[in-house]
């Protein structure tokens, strides 16, 4: 299976930062990456799909960039609500090979 | 909104399998694909498998390929998980999520892409 490594594994900010979290695929997976956000006691959350395409209802400070095996996801100007875990997950394998995560970046204050 | 509404809390002894379930719409079942993804304490997200019931075609995350089990039930539109030979390090918040589906490249299987919905999560408890 395709892996996702994700760097850092958390990272410390303040409010009106700008935050960028990184994943690495262990192949070419062309845009097919997504990011999620999660909070504890929470749903996941879809943030971006296919590298950059923003989700319905996401505020515009978060942005994603990247193709082929690197990929980012860009917080602008933090807000309080944005401290969560953050994951990559890439959509390009198909059967027998499944979808994967990246282990997560903790964002805290 | 998409409702995907899973079953509530369970506990289980070692050795034992778990059941769990997550009901949607007709719409959404006839047109996307759903898949099993479980937090354990301390960790983080993990795809367990997925299915997309049109078909009905499977698919199962390696680690998980001998014990798992994900079906679909049209007549009431309610896609299952059933995991077997529990231990302790099973105890997790398990998730069905909404997948968006399809073929990347020409001749392939169609895959699970991306998640966009997501049921409130099931803990399972395993312990003697």
């Known amino acids: 299976d395709i892996q996702l490594t994700q760097s850092p594994s958390s990272l410390s900010a303040s409010v009106g930062d700008r935050v960028t979290i990184a994943c690495r695929a262990s192949?070419?997976?062309?845009?097919?990456l997504n990011w999620y956000q999660h909070k504890r006691g929470k749903v996941p959350k879809l943030l971006i799909h296919d590298a950059s395409s923003l989700e319905t209802g996401v505020p515009l400070r978060f942005s994603g960039s990247g193709s082929g095996t690197d990929f980012n996801l860009t917080i602008n100007t933090l807000q309080p609500d944005d401290f969560a875990t953050y994951y990559c997950q890439q959509g390009y394998s198909s059967p027998p090979e499944t979808v994967t995560f990246g282990g997560g970046t903790q964002v805290q204050i | 909104q998409v409702q995907l509404g899973q079953s509530g809390a369970q506990v289980k002894k070692p050795g034992s399998s778990v059941k769990v379930s997550c009901v949607t719409s007709g719409d959404t079942f006839n047109n996307y694909g759903f898949a099993w993804v479980r937090q354990a304490p301390g960790h983080g997200l993990e795809y367990m498998g997925g299915?997309?019931?049109?078909?009905?075609?499977?698919n199962y995350a390696q680690k998980f390929q001998d014990r798992v089990r994900i079906t679909a039930d049209e007549s009431s539109t309610t896609v299952y998980m059933e995991l077997s030979t529990l231990t302790s390090e099973d105890t997790a918040i398990y998730y069905c999520?909404?997948?968006?589906?399809?073929?990347?490249?020409?001749?392939?299987?169609?895959?699970?892409?991306?998640?966009?919905?997501w049921g409130q999560g099931t803990l399972v408890s395993v312990s003697s």
């Open positions: 999520a909404r997948a968006q589906w399809g073929s990347r490249r020409i001749g392939d299987i169609a895959g699970l892409h991306y998640f966009d919905s």
């Open positions: 299915i997309i019931p049109i078909f009905p075609l499977t």
């Open positions: 192949q070419i997976i062309n845009s097919s």
